[in-house]
């Protein structure tokens, strides 16, 4: 019974779409390869005519003149030469059209379901990892596609026809051809068991080595300042490496196949030319049938010692096949609800009812979280590094789910609501911002495909980023690079800010918007967001306390727990955590550990 998990069923299912082609151009391979192995049979002939003249097989079909004879040979060669001709281009172009189609087929749907994975999903895989199954495993599927099945399927139709040619002419002498067959396939299938672990190690180490590289290249910066050129590049020799080892085991394995196999063919193709040779000196068979199987055992057997390759290229597909398939197979945890959620309908109003997480079990980032943010008004929280701020805003826009609580928004839990919808309802600003390698305007406009010029403008100009943008050597065109690298920090920060400001989203998350810029670049973000957030529900996540202090209501989380709440007024008067906090901000305070070494000093 066959493999359910085999990947090359698993690819089947996965074609249904394309089955239809699929057996036309394995039509197409077939008769390929049908006129292909009539030339052998027409020299038979042409020999048969020769030597028996007017007794020969044509004669049997009313042709007694033997020019005659040579003549409609002539005609015959011609028309199959041409099929076969006609046949090849036709499954060339089928097959390798076919190899296009799934190829960009698999690798789009691949990618889109990449997309519908969890965050934790890409926290557990390197980007070059996914990068090698996203390309270079989808590209050897294409190149076993592209000729590996045609060879396949022209291997089984010699020896399927030249079989019934053989004992058709001579069962006597048939067998021997055949003798290394069976040999052959069962050496064939030990190879695959054999070699396939090898090859899926292979797309594996290919998965490691990618992953250093896109790893190093993006940490390039990194790599410089601190001068470890020499170190990485021993550490990406050290991968590759292990990807060469992992390959030459495979090579050492599949280089052995054809020259056994030949070894196997030799003995067949002996016995035919022996046992064949003395039953026709005997006269037991005649000269024109011992041509056609001479050059029929040459046509069966010396294409199997290219099976070695073809198989080497099927397992090398299949390893990539399945783990293709095994990335589609991965289901996302995070769901959508049914409940719509037009944004024109969205209020803002959103509350945190006994929130719990934890990102690993046993270690709690969050703990019976109560935060209530009216709708229009700003909300900020704020706290020690690692306190569960940001987990806050991944909570609310679904990258994870609570793991006890609920979070609502209007009335609705989040987890009942259109996944689209309630993350296009929510703008988010974020600490870590992500331009994309395109000019200014692309990357202003990426909230709102189409966006007109004017209103990118106009966005830019609330941002406070319409001026440094005018100064750019191409303005609104000028590339800001892989990362918005050709940027400062600030920069960078304000093209965010206008990319929000376009979207015009009735919630706005501001997480760490000015954690890394300058007083003065400080001074003009907090300007435009004092702008933008005027009646929107707005969510800001500071550490800088001076950038919050106008907030509606700020929540102050201590070891995953709102420690206090209330006004900057309220806060401070309070005289408790976030007052500690201000005055170290201030300057009326020394942070702690300072104090102690002062202390210490003394």
């Given at each position: 019974?066959?493999?359910?998990?085999?990947?090359?069923?698993?690819?089947?299912?996965?074609?249904?779409?394309?089955?239809?082609?699929?057996?036309?151009?394995?039509?197409?391979?077939?008769?390929?390869?049908?006129?292909?192995?009539?030339?052998?049979?027409?020299?038979?002939?042409?020999?048969?005519?020769?030597?028996?003249?007017?007794?020969?097989?044509?004669?049997?079909?009313?042709?007694?003149?033997?020019?005659?004879?040579?003549?409609?040979?002539?005609?015959?060669?011609?028309?199959?030469?041409?099929?076969?001709?006609?046949?090849?281009?036709?499954?060339?172009?089928?097959?390798?059209?076919?190899?296009?189609?799934?190829?960009?087929?698999?690798?789009?749907?691949?990618?889109?379901?990449?997309?519908?994975?969890?965050?934790?999903?890409?926290?557990?895989?390197?980007?070059?990892?996914?990068?090698?199954?996203?390309?270079?495993?989808?590209?050897?599927?294409?190149?076993?596609?592209?000729?590996?099945?045609?060879?396949?399927?022209?291997?089984?139709?010699?020896?399927?026809?030249?079989?019934a040619a053989f004992f058709g002419i001579a069962w006597q002498v048939a067998w021997?051809?055949?003798?290394?067959?069976?040999?052959?396939?069962?050496?064939?299938?030990?190879?695959?068991?054999?070699?396939?672990?090898?090859?899926?190690?292979?797309?594996?180490?290919?998965?490691?080595?990618?992953?250093?590289?896109?790893?190093?290249?993006?940490?390039?910066?990194?790599?410089k300042s601190f001068t470890t050129e020499a170190r990485e590049v021993a550490r990406?020799?050290?991968?590759?490496?292990?990807?060469?080892?992992?390959?030459?085991?495979?090579?050492?394995?599949?280089?052995?196949?054809?020259?056994?196999?030949?070894?196997?063919?030799?003995?067949?193709?002996?016995?035919?030319?022996?046992?064949?040779?003395?039953?026709?000196?005997?006269?037991?068979?005649?000269?024109?049938?011992?041509?056609?199987?001479?050059?029929?055992?040459?046509?069966?057997?010396?294409?199997?010692?290219?099976?070695?390759?073809?198989?080497?290229?099927?397992?090398?597909?299949?390893?990539?096949?399945?783990?293709?398939?095994?990335?589609?197979?991965?289901?996302?945890?995070?769901?959508?609800?049914?409940?719509?959620?037009?944004?024109?309908?969205?209020?803002?109003?959103?509350?945190?009812?006994?929130?719990?997480?934890?990102?690993?079990?046993?270690?709690?980032?969050?703990?019976?979280?109560?935060?209530?943010?009216?709708?229009?008004?700003?909300?900020?929280?704020?706290?020690?590094?690692?306190?569960?701020?940001?987990?806050?805003?991944?909570?609310?826009?679904?990258?994870?789910?609570?793991?006890?609580?609920?979070?609502?928004?209007?009335?609705?839990?989040?987890?009942?609501?259109?996944?689209?919808?309630?993350?296009?309802?929510?703008?988010?600003?974020?600490?870590?911002?992500?331009?994309?390698?395109?000019?200014?305007?692309?990357?202003?406009?990426y909230s709102r495909p189409g966006a007109s010029l004017e209103d990118v403008v106009?966005?830019?100009?609330?941002?406070?980023?319409?001026?440094?943008?005018?100064?750019?050597?191409?303005?609104?065109?000028?590339?800001?690079?892989?990362?918005?690298?050709?940027?400062?920090?600030?920069?960078?920060?304000?093209?965010?800010?206008?990319?929000?400001?376009?979207?015009?989203?009735?919630?706005?998350?501001?997480?760490?918007?000015?954690?890394?810029?300058?007083?003065?670049?400080?001074?003009?973000?907090?300007?435009?967001?004092?702008?933008?957030?005027?009646?929107?529900?707005?969510?800001?996540?500071?550490?800088?306390?001076?950038?919050?202090?106008?907030?509606?209501?700020?929540?102050?989380?201590?070891?995953?727990?709102?420690?206090?709440?209330?006004?900057?007024?309220?806060?401070?008067?309070?005289?408790?955590?976030?007052?500690?906090?201000?005055?170290?901000?201030?300057?009326?305070?020394?942070?702690?550990?300072?104090?102690?070494?002062?202390?210490?000093?003394?």
């Amino acid at each position: 019974m066959p493999d359910p998990n085999h990947p090359l069923r698993r690819l089947w299912e996965y074609a249904a779409g394309h089955r239809r082609r699929i057996i036309t151009a394995t039509t197409f391979s077939i008769l390929n390869k049908t006129f292909d192995l009539a030339p052998p049979a027409l020299i038979g002939t042409a020999v048969d005519v020769v030597v028996r003249r007017e007794d020969s097989m044509l004669a049997g079909f009313g042709i007694k003149d033997t020019r005659h004879q040579l003549i409609v040979l002539a005609v015959l060669t011609f028309i199959i030469w041409a099929l076969e001709s006609l046949f090849e281009y036709l499954h060339s172009i089928w097959w390798r059209n076919l190899a296009q189609t799934v190829e960009h087929e698999l690798r789009v749907d691949a990618y889109a379901h990449t997309q519908t994975l969890d965050m934790r999903f890409f926290e557990d895989r390197s980007t070059g990892g996914l990068m090698a199954i996203l390309n270079d495993d989808i590209n050897q599927l294409e190149r076993f596609l592209d000729g590996g099945a045609n060879n396949l399927l022209q291997v089984v139709t010699t020896v399927v026809l030249v079989g019934a040619a053989f004992f058709g002419i001579a069962w006597q002498v048939a067998w021997m051809a055949f003798l290394p067959i069976p040999l052959i396939l069962w050496g064939s299938v030990k190879f695959q068991r054999r070699i396939a672990p090898r090859y899926a190690a292979v797309r594996s180490q290919v998965g490691v080595l990618n992953g250093q590289l896109a790893n190093n290249l993006s940490g390039i910066a990194t790599i410089k300042s601190f001068t470890t050129e020499a170190r990485e590049v021993a550490r990406i020799e050290r991968e590759s490496d292990r990807y060469q080892t992992a390959n030459r085991l495979a090579i050492r394995l599949s280089s052995a196949f054809s020259p056994l196999i030949r070894i196997v063919i030799l003995v067949g193709f002996t016995a035919t030319l022996l046992v064949g040779g003395f039953r026709a000196l005997d006269g037991q068979l005649a000269v024109g049938a011992y041509s056609v199987m001479v050059f029929l055992t040459q046509r069966l057997l010396w294409p199997l010692t290219r099976l070695g390759e073809t198989f080497d290229l099927f397992q090398r597909a299949m390893a990539s096949t399945n783990r293709v398939l095994d990335l589609l197979a991965v289901r996302p945890t995070i769901t959508g609800g049914s409940t719509p959620l037009p944004r024109s309908t969205v209020a803002g109003v959103l509350k945190f009812d006994q929130v719990d997480f934890a990102y690993v079990d046993g270690f709690p980032v969050l703990k019976s979280v109560d935060i209530a943010m009216p709708a229009g008004q700003t909300t900020a929280i704020v706290g020690a590094t690692g306190a569960g701020k940001s987990t806050i805003i991944k909570l609310l826009l679904r990258f994870y789910n609570p793991t006890g609580g609920s979070i609502l928004l209007d009335g609705h839990d989040v987890a009942d609501l259109d996944l689209a919808d309630l993350r296009r309802a929510i703008g988010l600003v974020s600490q870590d911002i992500f331009l994309f390698h395109g000019t200014v305007r692309e990357n202003i406009a990426y909230s709102r495909p189409g966006a007109s010029l004017e209103d990118v403008v106009e966005a830019s100009t609330v941002a406070e980023a319409h001026e440094f943008i005018e100064r750019l050597p191409y303005g609104y065109n000028t590339i800001v690079g892989e990362r918005g690298q050709k940027l400062s920090g600030g920069q960078r920060q304000r093209l965010s800010i206008a990319r929000a400001v376009l979207a015009d989203p009735p919630i706005l998350i501001l997480d760490e918007a000015t954690s890394s810029v300058d007083n003065e670049t400080e001074a003009a973000i907090q300007r435009s967001l004092e702008r933008i957030s005027v009646d929107r529900t707005t969510i800001v996540i500071a550490h800088r306390l001076s950038t919050i202090r106008h907030a509606d209501r700020i929540y102050v989380l201590d070891a995953g727990q709102v420690a206090e709440q209330g006004t900057h007024e309220d806060l401070i008067e309070s005289d408790a955590l976030y007052a500690s906090l201000w005055k170290v901000q201030t300057g009326e305070a020394v942070p702690w550990h300072v104090s102690e070494l002062r202390g210490s000093e003394l």
